[in-house]
């Protein structure tokens, strides 16, 4: 219950408390000039309160959310410690393996009517270039 009681979460229920009646305190005045004869006034007073319902929602799941995590000091143990290796067996994994991304390697695409185009081909020798040549500058190619 502690958790709760830092200054972060002062500042989050001092801020709750002050959105929650300011958003009441809205409403009421749109009540009252709805009650007055402006009809746009009826919708707002419906949902200042939704607004402060909402606010007190976003709160408590935050503070259940912490209610709930592990302080950092405290470990757990593993929940099914695994048997010693006997001698010359090979251990076993407890966590899966950390998957590689796949590298996807892209072939340019050839023309459909089958014709080189030299200013294609050009650009793609600068390209070739600057990245065969990383701390070069646009303006040291070459061609």
Do not use: C, K
Not at 2 to 8: M, V
Not at 67 to 87: C, F, S, T
């Amino acid at each position: 219950m502690n958790r709760l009681w830092t200054p972060a979460w002062i500042v989050r229920h001092v801020a709750m408390v002050v959105l929650v009646v300011g958003f009441l305190g809205l409403g009421w005045w749109q009540v009252t000039r709805a009650a007055g004869g402006n009809a746009l006034s009826f919708g707002y007073a419906i949902e200042w309160p939704v607004f402060a319902a909402f606010v007190v929602f976003v709160w408590w799941r935050e503070v259940r959310q912490t209610l709930r995590a592990r302080p950092p000091g405290d470990a757990q143990p593993p929940a099914d410690p695994a048997p010693p290796a006997a001698a010359g067996a090979a251990p076993v994994a407890t966590t899966p393996a950390v998957r590689r991304p796949v590298r996807v390697v892209r072939t340019p695409a050839a023309p459909a009517d089958g014709a080189d185009d030299a200013e294609l081909a050009a650009y793609n020798s600068y390209l070739s270039w600057l990245n065969a040549n990383p701390g070069a500058r646009p303006g040291d190619y070459p061609g």
